[in-house]
Every structure is written in structure tokens, then in C-alpha cells.
């Protein structure tokens, strides 16, 4: 009888629950012009990666499905809030983009958002662009993956310390 244990497929959930939460919410990766799929299948794969080095423990996990349904949950929400915070930097971008359009006499002259389907301006949605592209090419995308990994130490569950394990044990 081949027997395969639950517990490092339980924290991969734990991993993967917080990490699609994040992508979710986030502005570059939780685009409406990126599939589903791909952003699920994005989702495993960083949590694949996430998952050795998340300090999660197989002895957090309560006997009882209200208790594992509230555990889903929390991650969940930590994770939309990592994805909130990313939201509201970029938000921000936008936001003083809009302002300076409307300064610049660009306030009438307005586009249609394909990411969001609302109207905003030509000036906006450069800067929007412009700062996907300095988050990209500076660098700043690994170093979130990277504040990604280290909230699950900063952020941890409840759990003994004794306990810790990771998905590959």
C-alpha cells in the first residue's frame, strides 16, 4: 500500500492560498488581460518555490474543517492585503497622473482603460504604463517575490516552533 502524505500538500495550499491572493490583488499580475490560467498556473509555480522556505508547520493544522476553512481564509487575507499594498502604490501613480492631466488642460481628452474598462486620462495611463515598466526593469518584481517569501516569517501562523516543517519533508 503506497502511502502519500497529506501534510506537505496541506502547506503547499497554506503557500498557494496566500500567493494567489497576492497575484489577485496586485496591479501588474492580477490584470484583467492575463488569463486565468495563467495567473493560477503562476500562482503554483511561485508557490512551489515559496513553499521550502516558508516556515509553516504541518502541526498548525486543525482537525476540523471550520478550523482548516478559517486557516484558508487568514492566508487569504494576508495575502490580499500584500496584494493591497501594491494596489494602492500603483493607485497612487495613477492618481497624481489623472491630476496632472487635468492640470495640463488633458482633462477632457480621456481614454478607455483596458485593464479596468473605466474612462481615465491620456496622462494617467502613460504614467501607469511607465511605472509597470520601471517596476519591471529595475528590478522591484524580484524584490516583492522576495517580501513575498519573508512575510511568511514575518507573518506566521501559530504555530510551535518545534513543529516547522516545509513541503519538501
Known amino acids: 500500500m503506497i502511502s502519500i502524505p497529506l501534510a506537505p500538500f496541506l502547506i503547499w495550499i497554506m503557500v498557494f492560498m ?12 492580477g490584470e484583467n488581460f492575463i488569463p486565468l490560467r495563467v495567473r493560477v498556473l503562476m500562482a503554483a509555480v511561485i ?9 509553516v508547520s504541518a502541526a498548525m493544522f486543525p482537525a476540523s ?20 499594498i501594491g494596489k494602492i502604490l500603483f493607485a ?3 492618481f497624481s497622473g489623472q491630476l496632472a492631466g ?9 481614454a ?6 473605466h474612462q481615465v486620462s491620456v496622462v494617467a495611463e502613460m ?20 517580501v513575498l517569501a519573508q ?19
Request: positive net charge.
Open 18 to 29: 496566500r500567493v494567489i491572493a497576492v497575484i489577485t490583488f496586485f496591479p501588474l499580475f
Open 47 to 55: 508557490a512551489i518555490a515559496l513553499c521550502p522556505v516558508a516556515p
Open 65 to 84: 474543517i471550520p478550523g482548516f476553512i478559517r486557516l484558508v481564509l487568514t492566508e487569504t487575507l494576508l495575502g490580499f492585503g500584500l496584494g493591497l
Open 92 to 94: 497612487i501613480v495613477q
Open 102 to 110: 487635468e492640470q495640463m488642460g488633458f482633462g477632457i481628452v480621456n
Open 112 to 117: 478607455i482603460d483596458p485593464t479596468g474598462s
Open 127 to 146: 504614467l501607469y504604463v511607465m511605472s509597470i515598466l520601471i517596476f519591471l526593469t529595475s528590478g522591484i518584481h524580484r524584490a516583492f517575490i522576495s
Open 151 to 169: 512575510s511568511f516569517s514575518t507573518l506566521p501562523r501559530a504555530a510551535p516552533r518545534s513543529a516547522r516543517t516545509s513541503c519538501g519533508s
